[in-house]
């Protein structure tokens, strides 16, 4: 065990966002993304809930500032409403990003995005049941 190391970030986790480097992209991914399709690699959270797990990465990975949108979204359908999770998304972020890298998020349509997760370093499916909770972070240099 160490120190100061929020309980719901797995040693897994941890391993794999050190070794991931600038610009490798690593996907929270909601309960109903078919993850195990399109992932080189995969792991596990069922249990955990996007927001949660989202705090506690943002206090060691820094988001990339040499990107215009470091942080994206699977773009909702225009006849749905803007989903709730993105306000909590958003203020996580705000809090956590002290380089000021994030302004708004990046969208990308649904089929588009699948296509994108497949260059992941990593997915985390997590227990989040939110509609359109999934979400691109893009590592960013300390």
């Given amino acids: 065990m160490l120190k100061k190391i929020p309980k719901i970030i797995s040693p897994e986790l941890m391993k794999i966002m050190m070794e991931m480097g600038h610009s490798d992209v690593l996907i929270l991914a909601d309960v109903n993304y078919p993850a195990q399709s399109n992932a080189k690699r995969i792991l596990r959270a ?39 999770i993105w306000e909590t998304y958003d203020a996580i972020i705000r809090r956590h990003d002290k380089e000021k890298a994030f302004n708004e998020f990046g969208f990308i349509d649904r089929l588009p995005f699948y296509e994108e997760s497949q260059k992941a370093y990593v997915i985390v499916q997590t227990g989040t049941t939110a509609r359109y909770a999934n979400i691109v972070l893009q590592k960013g240099v300390i």
Wanted: aromatic residues 8%.
């Fill in 46 to 84: 069922e249990g955990i809930e996007i927001p949660e797990l989202l705090e506690a990465i943002l206090q060691y990975f820094p988001l990339d500032s040499f990107v215009a949108d470091p942080v994206k979204l699977m773009r909702h359908m225009d006849t749905e409403p803007e989903p709730d």
